[in-house]
Nanobody
């Protein structure tokens, strides 16, 4: 019912910045909470950030607080993740998700997932 397409990944040096975008289509974007997760080789999918349907509730993993900023533009059906002061340990595939759950830090809150975009941070 909802299709999600990420963009904006790439290769950046430590200390640099990237902005990821997630464009939604198929149903009303503004009805869903949105989240960003990441997964590195050999590791479990990890929560990064989330924003509620109305933008009133925002959450960050401790590892990215103060460096990453999530936002949404419901008029454009798009959610963003601004990533600053990037570290090599941020290297992963970043995946966008849409859902209606309340516990937005967990995978089970989301019913729709994008294919992901690769972020690589060199030292």
């Amino acid at each position: 019912q909802v299709q999600l397409v990420e963009s904006g990944g790439g290769l950046v040096q430590a200390g640099g910045s990237l902005r990821l975008s997630c464009a939604a289509s198929g149903r009303t974007f503004s009805s869903y909470s949105m989240g960003w997760f990441r997964q590195a080789p050999g590791k479990e999918r990890e929560f990064v950030s989330a924003i509620s349907w109305n933008g009133g509730d925002i959450y960050y993993a401790d590892s990215v607080k103060g460096r990453f900023t999530i936002s949404r533009d419901n008029a454009k059906d798009t959610v963003y993740l601004q990533m600053n002061s990037l570290k090599p340990e941020d290297t992963a595939v970043y995946i966008c998700a849409a859902g209606s759950g309340l516990r937005l830090r967990v995978v089970s809150a989301y019913g729709f997932w994008g294919q992901g975009t690769q972020v690589t941070v060199s030292s």
